[in-house]
């Protein structure tokens, strides 16, 4: 190619696939330099790996773990603690790309390299869904992994493996929507601090709260089990018809709704949606402090 050419190529406009995938190369680049990264997926890593050991724990020799007890060590005890404790671990990564810049006044110098906020905003969910669902499948790998060779050094039998296959999809979907959520906050409130309590205290407090006062108002009480982290917790909690009565009324419980597994999934995809599209219109219209 002569240098004409090269001259030329050079001046040509970028296309949007081009700009975006260049974007994604450098939101990737930019999570794998932070130390931050490395610590917190090694402690989902060593979490999973715990979670698998442990499986064998208080069953009689022969016995094979349930499903539900197989899938709540997938997710980390997402339905008792009502966020997957991966979520929280992920948390300061999913806020990360977006408070950053604010809070370092560098919001203008990405716009202008990149030259589109749209472009920027873009990429920032994307890489943030794909490190949630990667995160995700690889501690499932792990739990998995560590489940078998313990069970199997133990003498306790392999659970249905087949059958947690609809609690792990729920889990992915809730991880993978989870930093798209958490940096579209953060676009929002402009405020890391204030992002990190509202996705902390809103699904652990604030729905119940909602819900109870929504149970209260004639017509509404229907509407008590649409509210979002409900409906998440729902679609992670595919597994839970596989228990003794009792025990899935105390799931049910801790749900906080009363949707179905497919319903609850189309909800908490909507809602992050929803908060997404929000995001994406504060961070492309307002400007940079």
């Not at 390299?113 to 969910?125: D, V």
Request: glycine content about 8%; hydrophobic content about 55%.
């Amino acid at each position: 190619m002569t240098p004409t050419t090269l001259a030329l190529n050079e001046r040509l406009p970028v296309t949007r696939t081009t700009a975006l995938r260049r974007a994604i190369r450098y939101e990737w680049r930019h999570l794998a330099a932070l130390r931050s990264t490395w610590v917190l997926l090694g402690a989902v890593a060593a979490l999973s790996l715990l979670a698998g050991l442990t499986a064998p724990v208080g069953l009689q020799a022969g016995k094979a773990p349930s499903t539900w007890s197989m899938v709540t060590a997938f997710q980390l005890d997402a339905i008792s603690m009502q966020l997957p404790l991966s979520a929280l671990l992920l948390l300061p990564l999913a806020t990360g790309p977006v408070a950053t810049e604010f809070s370092r006044g560098t919001a203008r110098t990405t716009w202008l390299t990149l030259a589109s906020r749209r472009t920027a905003f873009l990429a920032k969910i994307t890489v943030g869904g794909a490190l949630g669902a990667l995160t995700t499948l690889v501690g499932t790998l792990l739990v998995t992994l560590s489940a078998t060779i313990s069970l199997a050094l133990t003498g306790k039998a392999q659970p249905a493996w087949t059958q947690t296959l609809s609690g792990v999809l729920g889990y992915t979907i809730f991880m993978t929507c989870w930093p798209v959520i958490a940096a579209s906050v953060v676009a929002l409130v402009r405020s890391r601090i204030a992002a990190a309590l509202l996705l902390v205290l809103w699904p652990l407090l604030g729905e119940r709260i909602a819900g109870l006062l929504l149970r209260l108002v004639p017509g509404l009480d229907a509407l008590a089990g649409w509210l979002p982290f409900g409906a998440g917790r729902a679609a992670m909690a595919a597994s839970a018809d596989t228990l003794p009565e009792a025990d899935r009324a105390l799931v049910e419980t801790f749900v906080g709704s009363n949707l179905s597994t497919g319903a609850g999934t189309a909800v908490f995809i909507g809602f992050t949606v929803v908060i997404a599209a929000a995001g994406a219109w504060s961070y492309i219209k307002k400007d940079a402090h």
